[in-house]
């Protein structure tokens, strides 16, 4: 841990404060950076864009791909205010930034309200037992498009 | 489960099955439905965007959010071609649809390289033991800005 990763978690710290001084979205900021260059900085924009989706890392990581012209974030760091909420955590493993600093923990985000325990808690229970209700419908047809995807042969990966 | 049912879940294979043909993403499509009428449909979108986390949920949610205004999908119900993955199970969550309909399960997906077993098996795991490095750094400060949120007497809470 060095200098400049506490200057690029300040920086994560101030985007969290400004966006909730600005009624932008809760308390959460994050930053991406690039060769030690910050590349884009995002905060919880939930409340003024009406985009349940929007918490700081998802907005700073769909700016930094943008900025970067890729869906993958290799060799790239995120620094985030808070420790990301298990939808959050699934956009980085999808990203693959190569490594993440948190400043609060999800103890400390429970603390005010924003209770992530609760989708933890869910995402290991068997889909039919979850609180929001799962059911499978037309598996048979939905694979179909799945061998289409295989036998394709100008398919991109990711 | 009824004949609308059916009819949703097809549009979502069709959306998901265009959505491929179209070299727009992978082959997985999602339709958010309230009160009998489709608001959004979404395909996977992650290589023509260059956004990883455009899933075909996450950007049928999105959709619909902004058709209706708001970060919460009361009495919508959403379909989906395949058993969402982590983060789109956590985005599913956060935006609280009452149901969730699915087409091909999350084996069907590992079956032609679309594992998300991986980001599950590392949502368990301790902060500490993941294969990005998570690093807790400046608590303290992060911590403040939590605080002037308690404290705020115009938040929006979500």
Redesign the interface.
């Known amino acids: 841990?060095t200098e400049r990763?506490?200057y690029f978690?300040?920086r994560a710290?101030t985007v969290?404060?400004q966006g909730?001084t600005s009624?932008t979205?809760?308390?959460f900021g994050a930053v991406v950076v690039k060769d030690d260059q910050i590349i884009a900085e995002g905060c919880n924009s939930?409340?003024s864009t009406?985009?349940?989706?929007a918490h700081a890392e998802?907005v700073a990581?769909?700016k930094a791909?943008?900025e970067?012209?890729?869906?993958?974030?290799d060799n790239c760091i995120l620094?985030t205010?808070?420790?990301p909420?298990?939808?959050?955590?699934?956009?980085?493993?999808?990203?693959?930034?190569?490594?993440?600093?948190?400043?609060?923990?999800k103890e400390?985000?429970a603390?005010?309200?924003f209770d992530d325990q609760?989708?933890?808690d869910?995402?290991?229970k068997k889909?039919d037992a979850r609180q929001?209700?799962?059911?499978?419908?037309?598996?048979e047809?939905?694979?179909?498009?799945?061998e289409?995807?295989?036998a394709?042969t100008?398919?991109?990966?990711?």
């Open positions: 841990m990763d506490k978690m300040g710290i969290a404060q909730m009624n979205g809760g308390p939930v409340t009406n985009d349940p989706t998802v990581i769909r791909c943008a970067l012209k890729t869906f993958q974030l620094y205010s808070c420790e909420c298990p939808m959050c955590l699934g956009a980085i493993y999808w990203a693959r930034p190569m490594k993440v600093f948190y400043g609060c923990t400390d985000a603390a005010i309200n609760f989708i933890y869910e995402i290991d889909i929001i209700n799962f059911v499978g419908l037309m598996r047809e939905a694979v179909k498009v799945f289409q995807w295989e394709k100008d398919r991109t990966t990711y």
